[in-house]
């Protein structure tokens, strides 16, 4: 299955790609807020955790934009 399939892959009638995107910036947003939370000294979890989910924000973001990508290019 080719990836631009695979981006508009209907899941309760919306692409893939859109609820990729829709995680994507909640994980950048709870990371934020994580590392906000930290710097005021009101941890809501650990900082560990800080730089986990940045790394999985980042993941997802590039295998949303590799998706986004391979419908112009594959």
């Known amino acids: 299955m080719p990836l631009s399939e695979i981006a508009y892959l209907s899941i309760l009638g919306k692409p893939l790609i859109f609820y990729l995107g829709i995680l994507t910036y909640l994980l950048f947003v709870f990371t934020a807020i994580l590392g906000y939370s930290n ?16 790394a999985a924000a980042l993941i997802l973001a590039t295998i949303h934009g590799l ?3 391979s419908v112009y290019f594959f």
Not at 39 to 54: V, Y
């Open 39 to 54: 710097f005021r000294g009101r941890p809501i979890l650990p900082f560990i955790w800080h730089p986990r989910i940045a």
């Open 67 to 69: 998706l986004a990508l």
